[in-house]
């Protein structure tokens, strides 16, 4: 975005650009708009002149329409130096993520400007969720539209990224499935690597070929081919349209081979061929390793826990039923329209009872989370009073009185205990402040831990996927105070979410502490969102007896009881 280099040969385009950014970053911070409105003015005049400013005698720059005394020492200054001080200045106190969105078509600086200063949003990545929770349209200058507007260029602009969700490589998965067999056969194409793993993250969609290198490549040969981009002795590399790295293993020698390796984490291959340096790896019936475990004593790993080495040791005693999308009988963490969700609690509770689920926990957002229009005092009455009436009329199906209280930056939840205790359970979560150090984050989360009046930790960490860090914390304190308060810890199953990291979920469970598998969903389709919970509950050998959300409604109600018993210890 701003370039320095080469500067004695500084085209008019490049110091236009210069003047343009630091124009509209005046915008974004809310300085002299006199000022920026005259830098904005002489970026047009300079990349429109017919001569280069670079050729031009500096004496003579003052007098060129649109440029002016000021901007014309600026001029000169990026000539001689190539750089612009106050576009250094100003881009030094703009997050990264602020400078990125000025990518994306359609925002222009007033509405990056409230997007940062008011929404506190300062990623791209955070931006594109927002939308997705209906936020952006609760601002002025923000209708729907506009909304579905910026949600549309932003996931154009990040086609380009290089790295995907689990949930957006899943949509086109089947569509490239289809087009490899079409070209090699069914029994040739088997996907593998992060896929077929079931990683939340996605760098590379890998395949193995039954096929050489001088038989693939021609058949990539279209109207629009894909960018070729390594090529060894037996992998193709490819860049797809949508730039989506596609990444083919090929040879038919090699094919068995390639089909076990590529199917489990570096660390746990390294670790079966030590263990088994004489296994077979041609005992299996194209993409069925079945034979091969079999063959060296082990019960089957499926490629989604082939990650660590010590899973080869869990392996000789079979492994433990693990959780099914079937297996969820309920809706826990949902937002109505009475916050930020699209839909009525009713609308809700109907397509829950469609779909098969046993019961609803509606959690909308507390009153600190103005941007989501949390519910006030009066507000939590009302809708207690509402979903009193739903239950009578939709019974045996039952309503749940919840809410996503906001762990405050002193650790308290966002209500008194005389209002907490009129939930049935508490969802806390922090959503405020998120740029904080490990020991502030700490003492966030253990104070709201603590507090009788919370069942679930929600999303711990308060990362995106590919957009947010989120705080750093120390897992297993946080799982140890979890575990010695009664506290379930939510897998929230937003695919840009996906937060507990399923890395620590085997010392949760260890610890005996519930796991709830929650869509965090803001309208009814959101309910799909559990099964992407599901998948890396699996890598951590989750059992529905150790989730929450897979209780029947008498089990559940039970376990409500243990938590009205803790709130009066």
Known sequence: MYVAANFLFMENALIAENFSLLSKLMDVHGENSFRAKSYSIAAFTIDNLPEKLSETPKEKIFFIKGIGESTGKKVIELLETGELKALTDIISKTPEGILEMMNIKGIGPKKIATIWKEMEIETVGELLYACEENRLKLYKGFGEKTQQNVKEAIEYYFKNKGSFLYAQVEVIEKQITGYLEKLFSPGNVFVTGSFLRQLEVIDELEYVVNDSNENVKPKFISA??????????????????????????????????HLFRFSANETFIAAFMEQFPTADLNKRMGNDDQQLFESVGLNYIPPFVREKASIL?????????????????????????????SNTIEEMAKASIAKGFEYLVISDHSKSAFYASGLSEEKIKEQHRYVDELNSQLAPFKIFKSIESDILNDGSLDYSDSILSTFDLVIASVHSNLKMPEEKAMMRLLKAIENPYTTILGHMTGRLLLSRKGYPVDHKKII????ANNVVIELNAHPNRLDMDWRYIDYALEKNVLI?????????????????GVLVAQKAMVTKENNLSSFSLPAFENFLVGQQTKRKL
């Not at 140890?480 to 575990?483: I, M």
């Not at 709830?516 to 992407?532: K, L, N, Q, T, V």
């Open 224 to 257: 629009n081919p894909p960018q070729l981009l390594e090529e060894s002795s037996n992998s193709l590399l490819y860049k797809l349209t949508n730039g989506l790295r596609l990444r083919l293993y090929t040879g038919t020698e090699e094919f068995n081979s």
């Open 313 to 341: 040791q869990t392996a000789t005693k079979p492994f433990p039923a693990l959780i099914q999308p079937g297996d969820i009988k309920a809706i826990i963490h949902s937002h109505s329209n009475w916050s930020d969700g």
């Open 480 to 483: 140890d105070a979890c575990a």
């Open 516 to 532: 709830s598998i929650d869509p965090d969903a803001h309208f009814i389709e959101g309910f799909e969102d559990i099964r992407y």
